[in-house]
């Protein structure tokens, strides 16, 4: 009897253990779908696909449904997500060197549904970043979302690849279209640069209305010094000279030309003499000054060859411009402390000659 008994509790317990675990297994089960449609319509313009990286935190799958019985199943993708979709883009995927290589980041991909009474709503969310890789450096350039929302009957659903094929097709279509409209003018693009050293700004025709830019072929007269001399000053005479760059940008299949252009000038209303009959010594000392701040501009083009990259080449051309302003005003000092203002005969010719030096070693005199 009690055998009996101990008989139908084992086999009751079994009962309630095939029975939840019919119930677990059945409310956790798979329901895999693959992309059987067709891929992308065109290849984009521009770019192409060189990676697919998933950053969702569940990667297992992508989204909970309903199944039969109001059943709930994890929606998965045959062959795994990440190339299940670089199958079905794989028309972007034809690498070409001289165009823009960019990962594709999955942030969020999953289809989500929820009972409502004798229907079932869904949704069925994409999110993605673009990045374009610049030989060795990821550059972020933009990001998109997206999402289809659908209401069905209770049962099985069989539409899922379709929903999915529509957000990867808006995707690619949305960075085709961004590229399009960014391609030559984003600087996020600029994936080189080349810097062109142009002439000097008015070099063959030097005069220009109350400015002299400097030139081989055009020495100072005591006649440019037209500025009115200060009543105070122990000085006979001053030049006003400067420089300055223009350097305008054009973006062109991703390489960044920049012509780079110096202007080295003088002001002759900021130029002033107290003398007209001044000697050709003292002309000579002034002219240094002229030439000494063209030796500076020199010294900056060649500096610009040097330093400048596509993640911060405006503002290192700046920087560059403040260092090298400085390095005039010092230079300048250093000369008349040195020449005590021409009055040092002998220092005088030394700054002459190794200004002269300079000068021919770079082919401007």
């Not at 313009?45 to 060189?50: G, I, Q």
């Not at 391609?183 to 142009?198: G, H, T």
Request: positive net charge; aromatic residues 14%.
């Amino acid at each position: 009897m009690n055998k009996c008994k101990n008989s139908k509790l084992v086999l009751f317990f079994l009962s309630i253990f095939f029975y939840h675990s019919v119930n677990v297994l059945g409310q956790y089960s798979d329901k895999w779908i693959s992309l059987k449609y067709e891929s992308v319509r065109h290849r984009p313009n521009h770019f192409y696909f060189s990676k697919i990286i998933d950053e969702r935190k569940d990667r297992t799958k992508i989204g909970e449904v309903y199944g039969a019985n109001q059943l709930e199943k994890q929606l998965k993708l045959s062959g795994g997500t990440v190339k299940t979709i670089q199958s079905y883009l794989s028309k972007a995927f034809f690498k070409n060197a001289n165009e823009y290589s960019i990962v594709f980041k999955i942030k969020e991909l999953f289809v989500d549904e929820n009972l409502d009474n004798s229907k079932i709503k869904g949704k069925c969310k994409i999110k993605i970043a673009y990045s374009f890789i610049r030989d060795t450096t990821e550059v972020e350039l933009t990001d998109f979302q997206t999402a289809i929302t659908y209401t069905r009957s209770l049962g099985e659903y069989n539409n899922y690849e379709i929903l999915l094929s529509k957000v990867l097709e808006k995707s690619v279509n949305y960075f085709d279209e961004w590229m399009e409209e960014n391609y030559d003018k984003n600087p996020k693009l600029i994936k080189s640069i080349n810097l062109v050293v142009k002439p000097d700004y008015l070099l063959d025709n030097p005069e220009k209305g109350d400015t002299i830019f400097w030139s081989p072929n055009r020495k100072m007269t005591w006649s440019d010094f037209k500025g009115q001399m200060p009543k105070s000053t122990k000085y006979s005479a001053q030049i006003f000279n400067n420089f300055e760059y223009s350097a305008p940008l054009k973006l062109e299949d991703g390489i960044l030309t920049i012509d780079l252009q110096m202007k080295v000038y003088m002001l002759k209303s900021a130029s002033w003499t107290s003398s007209t009959s001044l000697s050709d010594y003292s002309i000579a000392h002034e002219q240094l000054h002229f030439d000494l701040t063209k030796l500076i501009a020199e010294r900056f083009k060649e500096k610009a060859k040097q330093i400048l990259t596509v993640d911060n080449y405006d503002s290192e051309l700046q920087m560059l411009f403040i260092e090298m302003y400085r390095e005039m005003n010092r230079v300048q000092k250093e000369y008349d402390d040195e020449s005590n203002h021409s009055i040092n005969t002998f220092s005088q010719q030394k700054w002459q000659n190794k200004t002269m030096e300079e000068m021919r070693n770079l082919g401007i005199r």
